[in-house]
């Protein structure tokens, strides 16, 4: 069965904006779908903003621009050096600390997934299924073809490049010569998600999201280890039943908690290969934390804190509610989460409060916030990219 392409968000809603680009086929059931794709109700208004407290001193230290972000980016950081790219093929790494670019190169088409990069190898794939390998100074140095269209941005590491394709399959490369070394496929459902998925490495274990199974995998041959999973598909229609995990995650150790779209959020033992939790959440977007809490968006723009060990919930946001957030990000004595329109809130890890809101420039907040160095980073849908220090 061909799998058909379910489109992320780009504001409130992500996971409802199932606006049926589905190669060459409708869902059936349409009463299943959300009720603001048409004719119903509309879409719940914005929570309305108070007065900035400014509680901790954040000023902008830089910004820079990388073009028109229309794809699920994924910032890739490493020290004070990050790696990001733009919907029309760019690419560029940056200084965190100063916002000047070290070096820029292209991917010779427009982007569907990425950035990757372990320093010396930089990868991101194209809408036509190519996946492009840059050099250290963005030269270009393979491109190999995909056999399915990959939204998750490719993983580089041990001089392999590992990307998860939209149909579930995990390949790896070569990273000098593009080699294809192996390729895992497994069944899922017919629905795929356009939004970047898990992809990780614990130890000499590679980690894959597939359908709502954290999957532990040998990255030398690609065979199966153990499988974990966080959400299990339920439902009558295909709709129902997606329940992908979706990147970014919460790693501490062996420890790494994920987010099952629209299903659950739950922790996995990857020594063991044993799910700690899991527990029922309504989001579309990753999660991120600590030893002691986990944090996540859902969907209606609650921020939710769930404790570590065991999955119970310690406090809960509700005052962004329909504002399209991302993921969060810890940083500090912050959780920091981005909005539709620009602004990146601020929240006390103890008990979500807001501390502070940041401006950018107006339009979305296109992936999860990150951290490099000691520079919060963001960048916007219209391709600016944002760097924020402590005053």
């Keep these: 069965m061909s799998r058909a392409a379910v489109p992320a968000r780009t504001g409130a809603g992500r996971a409802a904006l199932l606006a049926l680009a589905l190669a060459g086929s409708l869902l059936a059931g349409c009463s299943a779908l959300p009720s603001f794709l048409g004719g119903g109700p509309e879409r719940p208004k914005p929570a309305e903003l108070g007065p900035n407290p400014g509680l901790i001193g954040v000023r902008q230290a830089w910004s820079a ?3 028109k972000v229309e794809f699920p980016l994924s910032v890739q950081v490493q020290g004070t050096t990050l790696w990001v790219a733009g919907s029309d093929g760019a690419v560029a790494a940056l200084d965190a600390a100063s916002g000047r670019e070290l070096w820029r190169g292209s991917a010779g088409g427009a982007l569907a997934a990425g950035v990757g ?3 010396s190898v930089t990868a991101v794939v ?3 299924n190519d996946l492009v390998a840059l050099g250290e100074g963005g030269q270009p140095l393979w491109r190999q073809k995909l056999v399915a269209q990959a939204y998750t941005a490719p993983f580089v ?8 394709a939209a149909d579930r399959t995990v390949s790896a490369f070569d990273g000098q010569t593009g080699r294809r070394l ?6 899922g ?3 795929v998600l356009r939004q970047g998925g898990v992809l990780l490495a614990v130890g000499d274990t590679l980690l894959a999201g597939q359908a709502g199974r954290l999957a532990a995998l040998n990255p030398g041959n690609g065979s199966i280890r153990w499988e974990a999973p966080i959400a299990t598909p339920r439902g009558t229609n295909d709709v129902e039943r997606l329940v992908d995990l979706v990147g970014r995650v919460s790693r501490v150790g062996s420890s790494v ?12 033992d990857a020594n063991r290969g044993t799910v700690a939790w899991t527990k029922p959440a309504n989001g579309a977007d990753g999660v991120h934390g600590d030893e002691r ?3 996540g968006s859902e969907s209606d723009g609650r921020v939710v804190a769930w404790r570590r060990s065991d999955g119970e919930r310690t406090w809960v946001n509700d005052k962004l509610t329909y504002r399209g957030l991302t993921a969060p990000l810890l940083v500090g004595r912050s959780v920091a989460v981005g909005d539709s329109t620009g602004l990146v809130h601020l929240l006390s890890r103890e008990d979500g409060s807001l501390l502070t809101r940041l401006s950018t420039d107006g339009s979305a907040i296109a992936a999860a916030p990150v951290l490099a160095g000691n520079t919060l980073v963001v960048v916007t849908r219209n391709g600016g990219v944002f760097g924020f220090v402590p005053e």
């Design 65 to 67: 621009r990388i073009g």
């Design 117 to 119: 990069s372990d320093g």
């Design 126 to 128: 194209t809408r036509e």
């Design 157 to 164: 590491a041990g001089g392999r490049v590992f990307v998860l």
């Design 182 to 187: 192996w390729s895992q496929q497994r069944p």
């Design 189 to 191: 459902e017919p629905l």
């Design 257 to 268: 908690c994920a987010r099952a779209f629209q299903a659950a959020v739950g922790c996995v």
């Design 293 to 295: 809490q986990v944090f």
